[in-house]
């Protein structure tokens, strides 16, 4: 009996696994991140460490495969001659990993802030660190299991070397420090060497020692006993590198450096695509003498000894998202850090980065108007526009302010809330802007949003502020305290704004006069968006995403298979998919629609039948109903008159019996659209009309 009931319980259960799903996945990009680190083993295969874990290249960076560690930030790497990497982390110690990365194992200095790593010829590891306050070298040799500190205590060691002789090399904020018995005695040699801030360490194959600091490049060609400066003087060197015929390479944050005679003379070099700040911060060489270069936009390679660079990012999801919008055709445009304004036309599942590298260091707010143009906010540098769905951008009259958000209204009007000079409105498209800040007297404006009747809500330091008259007068609403990051405003009017540092979420019914609190207190909400069946999301910094079904009185987190909890943005498409940016993640897509897909009648139908969508015309939503006499899988989509499809509201198994879906066209223009449905063996469309 016993073995029965096994067996009707596996029966019962067995479904239900197979039919378990991640609430999200994460999509194809933007590509790129930050590369802290880079190693290439005796195979070929190339390691880099990012913010976000460690990714693997076995065919010399074409495609990259992300390997493990993906809730670290992996800053240093390095591989001994068994093949066994080691992956320093911020804040977690030293990981490694026996089978190529395959699987990883903490190895010790747990909590540990581990900056450098460097391995010498008898697989000693050695390791700058910053554990609590307490900082120096600390030294393994027996493969990273037990950890010694061996000197240089409450000292910030940002790279170690080891020249052939097994000296040690400390490149520190206090210079330079050398151990020649293996780490147990440390002595200064800071003989010439003007600035002490060094930042990175290399040697090249004459032997000599070269150290980059904020304020250029010194040499030293006796052993550290004595430095000169050489060129670049007024360089920032993040990083350095050296091949087998004694080229030294420097990156620095604003391009490449070649030196082909010792460091005699050095040649600028065009980086890859004319990023604003390339940011060089890591380096490493393959057998073949390929460089590979990391960026704080992902990693470059040169086949030419550094005379051309192209990118090979492809594959690296771990850029930091700050921006999400979404056009009429479907079009999700995403604003990021150091990568400009990337684009993908299909869902996720591909992305291109479409401009602004060159521009900005950061792509805050995005907003697109009726005509399609697109806005895009930037750190420090005032409003671009594309009139080309993001193929060319122009400079729009508003200059060298950083834009942290934006709202465009019924009439084409624009509003651009800045980081410390309140709101600017363009009532032509951008081309000319005009402050418009009477009675807003906290200027600092988080967010903005407007409702179906035009009027204006502000998000700032100091609560929310409300203008009736298109901006020219504002008045504080009752939300008179707190750093309001988002407002949202669902179809019956209810407003809903988040605190930035922990206010939680507060819901207004009286237009802004009266708010009430109603959850998520402690927790940093960065985002909040609102579907057409009016569930609540709520994007947070550290704890994911929380939904809320009933208005916001109760909420429920929403994290299966998002890998990042740091989340910028969140953005719903016409088919009810939620986007969320990430900050290191890159953007993640809900596997499912979030709406409500209701079931009219449990009654099963004698035929397969797509009714008629009702109201029709609409504006701007209607309700589409379908019959399935069987459980079956069906997809529900909607095309424009030239075939191409603007919606997809439904793709999933549902049961039998009557359903029904109401599906949002806001962002759409009026026109007549199509509604197809299939299943296994039915197809049928429907004309629909929708009349703005």
């Given amino acids: 009996m016993k073995s029965i009931v096994i067996l009707v ?133 027996n493969n990273g299991n037990n950890w010694t500190q061996i000197g240089l205590t409450n000292i910030w060691v940002n790279s170690i070397v080891i020249n052939s002789s097994g000296y040690i090399f400390a490149g520190t904020l206090s210079g330079v420090f050398l151990s020649t ?56 060197i993040i990083s350095l590198a050296s091949n087998l015929n004694g080229d030294i390479f420097a990156g620095t944050y604003t391009g490449f450096i070649r030196s082909i005679d010792n460091g005699d003379n050095w040649t600028w070099i065009p980086f890859g695509p004319q990023y604003l700040y390339p940011n060089i911060c890591s380096f490493a060489i393959n057998s073949s003498g390929h460089i590979f270069a990391g960026t704080y ?32 055709s479907g079009h999700i445009f995403a604003g990021t850090s150091y990568c400009g304004v990337s684009c993908s036309t299909d869902d996720g599942n591909n992305w291109a980065r479409i401009g602004l590298i060159q521009t900005s260091l950061a792509i805050y707010s995005l907003a697109i108007n009726s005509s399609g143009h697109i806005f895009a906010g930037t750190m420090d540098d005032g409003i671009y526009r594309s009139t080309n769905n993001g193929n060319n951008w122009t400079q729009t009259g508003l200059t060298a302010e950083t834009i942290l958000s934006m709202a465009i209204n019924s009439s084409g009007h624009i ?71 988002s407002i949202a405003i669902n179809s ?80 719903i498409n016409s088919s009810g998919y939620i986007f969320a940016a990430t900050n290191g993640a890159g953007v993640f897509r809900s596997t499912q629609t979030t709406t409500k897909i209701g079931e009219l009648s449990k009654e099963i139908p004698l035929s397969f039948e797509l009714k008629q969508n009702h109201p029709n015309p609409f504006n701007p939503s209607t309700t589409i109903e379908f019959a399935l006499p069987k459980s079956e899988w069906v997809t529900l989509q909607i095309y424009d008159v030239l075939g191409q499809q603007v919606a997809s509201l439904v793709s999933e198994k549902l049961n039998p019996g009557i359903h029904k879906y109401e599906w949002q066209a806001n962002n759409l223009p009026s026109g007549i659209y199509y509604c197809r449905m299939q299943t296994g063996e039915f197809e049928q469309v429907r004309k629909m009309i929708l009349l703005k």
């Fill in 297 to 328: 936009t992902g990693i470059f390679r040169s086949t030419n000894n550094g005379n051309n660079w192209e990118e090979i990012s492809n594959g690296i999801t771990n850029t930091c998202v700050y921006s999400l919008v979404i056009n009429s």
């Fill in 492 to 571: 019956n009017g209810g407003i809903f704004a988040c605190g930035a540092f922990g206010e939680g979420v507060y819901r207004s019914t009286d237009n802004g006069n009266n708010w009430t609190q109603i959850g998520l207190t402690n927790i940093w909400v960065n985002s909040l968006a609102i579907n057409s069946s009016g569930d609540i999301f709520a994007g947070t910094w550290s704890d994911g995403v929380y939904r809320s079904n009933d208005n916001g009185n109760n909420w429920t987190q929403i994290n299966t298979g998002l890998k990042n909890m740091y989340v910028m943005t969140l953005v």
């Fill in 181 to 236: 018995d293996n780490g147990d005695n440390w002595t200064q040699i800071n003989t010439g060497l003007t600035y002490t801030g060094v930042s990175y360490l290399t040697i090249n194959s004459s032997g000599y020692i070269f150290a980059g600091t904020s304020m250029g490049l010194f040499r030293s060609k006796d052993n550290g006993d004595n430095w000169t400066q050489i060129s670049l003087v007024q360089s920032g």
């Fill in 9 to 141: 319980l596996v029966v019962i259960l067995l479904p239900l696994l197979l039919y378990a799903q991640d609430f999200w996945q994460q999509t194809s990009g933007p590509y790129g991140g930050q590369v802290n680190s880079i190693a290439i083993n005796l195979s070929g295969y190339v390691f880099i460490g990012i913010d976000g874990g460690v990714y693997r290249s076995i065919n010399s960076g074409n495609n990259w495969t992300p390997i493990g560690l993906t809730d670290s930030d992996v800053q240093c790497l390095a591989i001994n001659s068994s093949g066994h990497i080691f992956a320093g982390t911020s804040y977690s110690g030293v990981y490694c990993s026996t089978d190529s990365g395959d699987n990883w194992i903490q190895t010790g200095l747990i909590n540990a802030y581990v900056i450098s790593l460097a391995i010498n010829s008898s697989g000693h590891i050695f390791a700058g660190i910053d554990s609590g306050g307490v900082r120096g070298v600390y030294r393994s040799t």
């Fill in 415 to 485: 509003f651009a809330g800045t980081e410390y000079y309140g709101v600017f409105r363009s009532i032509d498209n951008g081309d000319n802007w005009t402050p418009i800040n009477t009675g807003l007297w906290n200027t600092y404006i988080w967010s903005l949003a407007i409702n179906s009747s035009g009027r204006i809500f502000a998000g700032t330091n100091m609560g929310v502020f409300r203008s009736y008259n298109n901006g020219n007068n504002w008045t504080q609403t009752g939300l008179t305290a707190g750093t309001i990051s």
